[in-house]
């Protein structure tokens, strides 16, 4: 599966974003797909999740009431909408791959990576 993430940019605080991630190489109906970032000097973390197939999701804490997967069949695409962005929403953004049969927030379970898209909010 190739992954390529964009939609990142410059926002200020409590704007809003829709990153976009294209995939390829696979049928993606037994895929998850995933969303990850990672701020200067800290470890990438998880953001959230969707499962192809049934478009069941997971959230980080974080993202939950302020942000938005989902998937586009027809696009081969997965989305993220983020809403009322915070300073600490800045980061570089990844999008994610597995065929594993249940939804995980844990990176070493994503095989395939997309280059990361920068997101900054500005204060």
């Known amino acids: 599966v190739q992954l390529q993430a964009s939609g990142g940019g410059l926002v200020q605080v409590g704007g809003s974003l829709r990153l976009s991630c294209a995939a390829s190489?696979?049928?993606?109906?037994?895929?998850?797909l995933g969303w990850f970032r990672q701020a200067p000097g800290k470890e990438r973390e998880f953001v959230a999740s969707?499962?192809?197939?049934?478009?069941?999701?997971l959230y980080a804490d974080s993202a939950k009431g302020r942000f938005t997967i989902s998937r586009d069949n027809a696009k081969n695409s997965v989305y993220l909408q983020m809403n009322s962005l915070k300073p600490e929403d800045t980061a570089v953004y990844y999008c994610a791959a597995n065929s594993k049969w249940y939804l995980s927030s844990r990176i070493n379970e994503y095989d395939y990576w997309g280059q990361g898209t920068q997101v900054t909010v500005s204060s």
């Open positions: 969707i499962r192809w197939s049934i478009a069941s999701t």
């Open positions: 190489g696979r049928t993606l109906s037994s895929y998850n």
